[in-house]
């Protein structure tokens, strides 16, 4: 029982630490300050971000099996809602933001605070924006230009989809 317990707890104070030191490593977020084509939330009210979007181009049901709406029982319905290439997550009377690309509508972009992304937006602009999560960007060699939201205990991410030095994408993810 006891060698159990120490395990568990070296476990648990392993994680904590590299989760600790991953967060110091990127740059954060506020997920207020993040609007979509300069004018629709991260998040609001379902009849909201609809009315901002318009009708949509295409749904489709989706069902989480992990990370943060997996909490949801299975009487709640999920589904994707996409506009010209902007994606939300559509659930009980929220819409959650999932995604946007940026080649296949050139006229998306997305603004943090005043600092506009968009298929224009190239990895310099990002490393002057964003120099820790460069650092780090660098390190990985993955395409992948990670931010954190700027909220506590929250492993959550933006993820910015790099393509010859060019944002192609944005996309939010949440860890299993």
């Known amino acids: 029982m006891t060698i ?19 967060q ?6 506020d997920e207020k300050l993040i609007l979509i084509k300069g004018q629709i939330p991260f998040s609001g009210k ?13 749904t ?6 992990c990370g943060a709406y997996a909490e949801y029982d299975s009487t709640v319905k999920f589904q994707f809602y996409t506009k010209n290439s902007i994606k939300y997550l559509i659930y009980k009377d929220e819409a959650d933001f999932s995604e946007i690309n940026f080649k296949a ?3 998306n972009f997305v603004m943090f605070k005043k600092f506009r992304v968009s298929h224009k ?7 002057n ?20 939201f700027d909220i506590k205990d929250c ?22």
């Open 105 to 107: 509508d050139t006229t």
């Open 129 to 148: 924006e964003f120099p820790k999560s460069f650092k780090e960007y660098k390190n990985e060699n993955s395409g992948i230009f990670r931010l954190l």
């Open 4 to 22: 159990t317990f120490r395990l568990l707890t070296i476990k648990f104070l392993t994680c904590w630490t590299i989760n600790l030191f991953a």
């Open 24 to 29: 110091q490593n990127y740059n954060k977020v």
């Open 60 to 65: 489709e049901k989706f069902q989480p099996e």
């Open 155 to 176: 492993d959550d991410q933006i993820h910015i989809f790099i393509k010859n030095n060019r944002v192609i994408a944005l996309g939010y993810w949440t860890p299993c």
């Open 46 to 58: 379902k009849k909201q971000i609809i009315n901002y979007l318009g009708k949509a181009d295409k």
């Open 121 to 127: 937006t190239t990895i310099d602009d990002l490393k």
